[in-house]
């Protein structure tokens, strides 16, 4: 994290200045449910960085647009990226527990450009409850909602915020750092890219994350590609506050061709995913003229160029 006994953290990111309230003595407490959404950590600074670089690839090669949905999951107290994307989309819902919502929405009304729209309650979304209307701040596209993947009812969650078509873009920043966050995070993922109407283009999924335990990642990567097609985004998209001299290193697992496993440098580490649930199991041929060695269709990520995506398991 960047500073986790702080109250209060300045930065400054892409020629806007915050002040990001924390709660030290949350991030600190024993409460078993998970404390870790109370700080700003440096994967979720180093990614608003990048989305905020005036060429950003997804936008220039328009994954990512004026008229994209864009749905945050374990999105923390600070806003950072709601604050950054949300002026640049259609629609941009940042979600986590309940724990952090008062917090969050403070951090965006604090850091918004224009403070004056109306926040409300945020709410649990489990069947047979009446939905509340989330926080809006800030943007008027802008939404805040309390998810928990393990117990809240995700269809009943989506049609409360306007999202039964599920979303052009996931995003999830440093979610992936025990064993048992992965298999709730993987099924929400799954479950709100199938939530996508036939004739729409796939959900693209960005999770970016700093690798703690190889272990751990790995097992989620393994997870994680039986319903996706999993990407690396290059050095070379990563600009300069990515680079691999920051330290951040991710071990791909082992491909079924492969005898040997491979490691490769990421600051964080950048997985750029496309679900194509009708076509799992079907090989495909890597942007980069490799063979894709997991599930699914990259169907999206070939219209980046060849340089600025990889195979995980290739590296082609």
């Not at 950590?41 to 005036?54: C, D, G, I, P, V």
Request: aromatic share 6%; glycine share 6%.
């Amino acid at each position: 994290m960047v500073d986790g006994a702080a109250s209060e953290i300045s930065v400054s990111i892409g020629g806007r200045d915050f002040c990001i309230k924390q709660s030290p003595g949350l991030l600190h407490s024993s409460r078993s449910a998970g404390t870790t959404g109370a700080a700003l950590w440096r994967s979720t600074q180093r990614l608003a960085e990048w989305f905020a670089m005036k060429v950003n690839p997804l936008f220039q090669c328009g994954l990512v647009d004026s008229k994209s949905i864009v749905l945050e999951l374990g999105s923390g107290v600070a806003g950072l990226l709601p604050l950054l994307l949300a002026p640049r989309v259609a629609s941009y819902c940042s979600t986590d527990q309940a724990y952090t919502i008062k917090l969050l929405r403070e951090n965006i009304d604090a850091n918004s450009a224009s403070n004056s729209s109306p926040s409300s309650r945020a709410t649990r979304h489990r069947k047979g409850s009446e939905p509340l209307l989330s926080s809006f701040a800030g943007s008027g596209n802008l939404r805040v909602a309390a998810l928990d993947w393990e117990l809240d009812d995700l269809k009943y969650f989506l049609s409360s915020q306007d999202l039964s078509d599920g979303a052009d873009l996931v995003i999830a920043s440093d979610c992936v750092y025990n064993y048992h966050l992965i298999t709730p995070l993987v099924q929400t993922c799954v479950d709100i890219c199938r939530a996508r109407s036939d004739g729409r283009r796939p959900t693209l999924c960005l999770v970016a994350q700093q690798l703690r335990q190889p272990d751990v990642f790995e097992e989620w990567l393994s997870a994680f590609s039986k319903h996706f097609t999993v990407w690396r985004l290059t050095d070379s998209v990563m600009g300069p506050a990515l680079a691999p001299e920051a330290g951040y290193v991710v071990h791909p697992p082992t491909p079924p061709s492969s005898p040997e496993s491979r490691s490769f440098a990421a600051s964080p580490s950048l997985i750029c995913s496309v679900a194509d649930p009708a076509e799992s199991g079907v090989e495909r041929t890597c942007p980069g003229g490799g063979t894709a060695h997991h599930n699914g269709s990259p169907t999206q990520l070939q219209r980046l160029p060849a340089p600025l995506v990889t195979c995980l398991y290739c590296h082609n």
